[in-house]
Nanobody, 123 residues
Framework: QVQLVESGGGSVQAGGSLRLSCVASGVTSSSRCMAWFRQAPGKEREGVANIDAPGRTSYVDSVKGRFTISKDNAKNTLDLQMNNLNPEDTATYYC?????????????????WGQGTQVTVSS
């Protein structure tokens, strides 16, 4: 049984930082695309960052230079370091595991999802 469990969300002021973590079980991060998505109230869920099996990363334009995705294959964990946060980053953040080793931001490619962790950024 696959399980993805996120942690690390919270409330910060604009300009602050947060680090999200995701622990995966039942799926191996070393062989799959792993990603972070987010969903703000009234908006569609969007891909934020992904990392493929070899470790190549990709980011949505709005977070480039501020967010960093990383994974620890030995621990089967996925992290998202978020710096210089702004109110537009407020959302529920989800960890997701893809069906294969290559990456995309297409939601249907991701077979497993965590329950989400809330990030709130105040101005």
């Amino acid at each position: 049984q696959v399980q993805l469990v996120e942690s690390g969300g919270g409330s910060v002021q604009a300009g602050g930082s947060l680090r999200l973590s995701c622990v995966a079980s039942g799926v191996t991060s070393s062989s799959r695309c792993m990603a972070w998505f987010r969903q703000a109230p009234g908006k569609e869920r969007e891909g934020v960052a992904n990392i493929d099996a070899p470790g190549r990363t990709s980011y949505v334009d709005s977070v480039k230079g501020r967010f960093t995705i990383s994974k620890d294959n030995a621990k089967n964990t996925l992290d998202l370091q978020m710096n210089n946060l702004n109110p537009e980053d407020t959302a529920t953040y989800y960890c997701a595991a893809g069906r294969g080793g290559g990456c995309t931001f297409t939601r249907t490619y991701f077979a497993w999802w965590g329950q989400g962790t809330q990030v709130t950024v105040s101005s």
